[in-house]
């Protein structure tokens, strides 16, 4: 079972420089969430959305882009890219009812983003 | 102040060994709780989810303390497998909007 997966795994980009890191799950999953982790510091929600079409904010959602144009797939974009999200940004999906995730997120391997 | 705290460690503890994690949170419109654990450069993974009433799970006992805002993580009979960061999550208001603690390291010697 592929689970989520998220590419690429590795990502140097330079200041000002737009990119979209992409992330499929092919376990039907209605909830997908993008993450990003800093050291010292817990896993903080960019964005999420709860089905094809509906997307929403998370605690830190500025300087990205969402969209969920399918059940499996939820892209991310950075707009242009500043070293404050140089991070590693993990993908999540899970079940869903009522539009809130089951507790039990499923994450992709990460992907380490460096900005220059 | 952050609104899920975590004892950073690292917890270095012998095979066999008893070891308890605690976290706090601030928030108390928290609803729902849960451990996560991660290995050193992967994702992390659901441990176990944390009930009112505490719960187990073989040698993992999660407990709850909504009074004073803390749950926690006992590992009984630790294993060098259970080396790992343990992240404590809360979730708030019941939505989709879980906090997560920035993780307790544990390394189990032989």
């Known amino acids: 079972n592929a689970g989520v997966t998220q590419t690429p795994k590795f990502q140097v980009l330079k200041t000002g420089q737009s990119m979209t890191l992409q992330c499929a799950q092919d376990m039907n999953h209605e909830y997908m969430s993008w993450y990003r982790q800093d050291p010292g510091m817990g896993l903080r929600l960019i964005h999420y959305?709860?089905?094809?079409?509906?997307?929403d904010q998370g605690e830190v959602p500025n300087g990205y882009n969402v969209s969920r144009s399918t059940t499996e797939d939820f892209p991310l974009r950075l707009l242009s890219a500043a070293p404050s999200q140089t991070s590693v940004y993990f993908c999540?999906?899970?079940?869903?009812?009522?539009?809130?995730?089951?507790?039990?997120?499923?994450f992709g391997e990460g992907s380490r983003l460096t900005v220059l | 102040r952050k609104e899920v705290e975590q004892d950073p460690g690292p917890f270095n503890v012998p095979e066999g060994a008893t070891v308890a994690f605690n976290c706090t949170y601030s928030n108390s419109a928290s609803q729902s709780f849960f451990w996560y654990r991660q290995d050193c450069r992967k994702e992390p993974k659901l441990l176990m989810s944390?009930?009112?009433s505490g719960n187990e799970d073989g040698r993992f006992t999660a407990q709850l303390n909504r009074a004073s805002q803390y749950i926690s993580l006992l590992i009984r009979d630790s294993k060098l497998s259970d080396s790992a960061t343990y992240l404590c999550?809360?979730?708030?208001?019941?939505?989709?909007?879980?906090?997560f603690g920035a993780g307790t390291r544990l390394t189990v010697k032989p």
């Open positions: 999540a999906s899970s079940y869903s009812t009522a539009g809130r995730n089951t507790g039990e997120l499923f």
């Open positions: 944390v009930y009112s």
């Open positions: 999550v809360v979730r708030v208001w019941d939505n989709n909007d879980m906090r």
């Open positions: 959305s709860v089905g094809a079409g509906i997307t």
